[in-house]
């Protein structure tokens, strides 16, 4: 019997437990892992799900898998590698490339955060030293080799993120915060969004003036000053969404991606600090 720990969208452990395979009560979250392991070649171990899988058979995608009960990410990323693929790793050398936490999407509930880490690795691989029998194979691909793999639909669909995180150029947002702006809040706490109504705004959001235009339809209903102390970048998408803080407050990591879920949901991103990309 297999179990894990709940969390809050803030990532805050409820001290509830979960027994996998019954249904997440509604509100709490369970942690789960990517893990991609790249070797100095630029190649990236791809491992095909057994036969035996009851979901996605002899399809390929990276190691990973649920958090135990009593276990960290890095905990859950290292012992998931051990068990699918063989490797030992070690958890220091593990990085955290973001977080994602995802509720309900098109009518699916998955209630997890999920986190994906990178690992470089320039071992053998034995498959045999794996310590389950949930992988039938491995191989180290390229890049464009896991893009064909995906175009013949032999890859994982929720691996497509792959192509715009693994790929993508770490960005500079040190002109950005810190910085005092003034803009207007279009769909202020508690509105819906104007075509989505079943979206419903937790935080007030807006446009910096001189910066970002309106893209709602109602007029607007509040303006607003404060100091940018993140940048949430889209992987996926061509919008960043700047946190701003109304009094100079500073808010956790945590507090910030549970906060825009709402909507994050739908893209992949990373939330950044300072001049460069921080933990997430």
């Given amino acids: 019997m297999e179990k894990w720990d709940l969390y809050t969208k803030y990532r805050e452990k409820s001290g509830k437990e979960h027994i996998r395979g019954e249904k997440i009560p509604e509100g709490f979250y369970h942690l789960v892992v990517h893990v991609w392991i790249r070797n100095q070649k630029g190649e990236y171990l791809i491992s095909q799900r057994s036969f035996r899988r009851p979901t996605f058979p002899l399809m390929w995608e990276c190691v990973g898998g649920s958090v135990l009960k009593g276990e960290s990410s890095i905990e859950g990323a290292v012992r998931e590698v ?35 880490w990178l690992f470089n690795y320039n071992g053998e691989v034995h498959l045999e030293d794996a310590t389950t029998y949930e992988v039938a194979d491995c191989k180290w691909m390229t890049v464009p080799e896991i893009r064909q793999l995906y175009k013949e639909k032999k890859l994982v669909q929720a691996m497509e993120y792959f192509f715009c995180t693994m790929e993508n150029v770490e960005p500079d947002y040190s002109s950005i915060i810190g910085k005092m702006v003034k803009g207007t809040v279009d769909r202020p706490l508690g509105s819906t969004h104007p075509r989505h109504k079943e979206m419903v705004y937790p935080i007030n959001y807006g446009y910096v003036d ?7 339809a109602e007029p607007p209903l509040k303006t607003f000053e404060g100091k940018v102390i993140a940048v949430w970048h889209r992987f996926d998408d061509v919008e960043d969404k700047w946190i701003v803080s109304l009094d100079g ?24 600090r300072g001049g460069g990309s921080n933990r997430v």
Avoid: H, R
């Fill in 210 to 216: 001189g910066v970002f235009a309106k893209d709602g």
């Fill in 82 to 116: 051990k068990e699918e693929v063989g490797l030992d790793l070690e958890q220091s050398a593990g990085k955290l490339l973001f977080s994602k936490i995802c509720g309900t999407l098109d009518g699916k509930v998955f209630n997890n955060i999920m986190d994906v």
């Fill in 249 to 272: 407050k500073d808010f956790t990591d945590e507090k910030i991606l549970g906060d825009i879920s709402f909507q994050e949901q739908f893209f992949y991103g990373k939330l950044y």
